[in-house]
């Protein structure tokens, strides 16, 4: 299997579009996932979720202000350019 360049964008369920980014990882694809739309809600199920992206080495990033003191931020043309080097956009 190749190796693939993935970009999850957590828009509508942060904690699935965690799930589906440390899932992604298996298969050792290259996965990069932004936060958008709100801040991530501090609940327990997060923070296992939180826990295995860490394990699977993915550093998320944020489109969030809010979120800005704990992630990076990415503007516009930043979240543009992880688009068009991405293979494949999945938003959650």
Do not use: C, W
């Not at 992604?24 to 958008?36: A, G, K, N, P, S």
């Amino acid at each position: 299997m190749d190796i693939r360049k993935i970009l999850v964008l957590a828009r509508r369920d942060h904690k699935e579009a965690m799930r589906v980014a440390s899932g992604l990882t298996v298969y050792d694809h290259e996965v990069q996932l932004v936060f958008m739309t709100g801040p991530v809600e501090e609940t327990a199920a997060n923070a296992e979720q939180v826990e295995l992206l860490e394990l699977s080495g993915i550093e998320p990033m944020t489109t969030v202000r809010e979120m800005a003191d704990q992630l990076p931020l990415l503007g516009v043309a930043d979240l543009a350019a992880a688009v068009r080097v991405a293979e494949h956009v999945i938003s959650i």
